[in-house]
Structures are given as structure tokens and as C-alpha cells.
């Protein structure tokens, strides 16, 4: 006796077990999250321009051209 599968396909086509495909939704979860961080922050490109500033103020014929 035969029984069809339905198994979960990667994104290559190969063939996923259940446990591959609960472990790549944590994956993806957890990628979402982590980007979701990293995009539009702001306050650290502020920061980093206050510490430019200073490096300009304190030392300007090293840092003029930052």
C-alpha cells in the first residue's frame, strides 16, 4: 500500500521534515525580530555625529576632513 506525503518544500524544492519546518518558522521569527531593531533607530547616528564634533573640536588638524 502506497501513501502520498504532503511534505513541506524548502525554498530548493527539497523535501522538509516537520521538525525543519518548525525550526525555520523560529528562524524567520527570530530574523524579523532582530532586523526590525537594526532598521530606523536614529540614536546611534546621533551619537556618532556628537563624537565627531568633538573629535573636530578637540583635535581639528586630524579630524577636519570627517
Not at 11 to 27: F, W
Not at 28 to 39: F, N, Q, T
Amino acid at each position: 500500500m502506497s501513501t502520498q506525503g504532503k511534505a513541506a518544500r524548502s525554498a530548493t524544492g527539497a523535501a522538509m521534515s516537520k521538525y525543519d519546518v518548525e525550526v525555520e518558522a523560529r528562524l524567520k521569527a527570530l530574523e524579523a525580530k532582530a532586523h526590525a531593531k537594526c532598521d530606523g533607530g536614529g540614536g546611534d547616528d546621533a551619537r556618532v555625529e556628537q563624537l565627531i564634533a568633538a573629535l573636530k573640536r578637540e583635535f581639528p588638524a586630524k579630524f577636519a576632513d570627517l
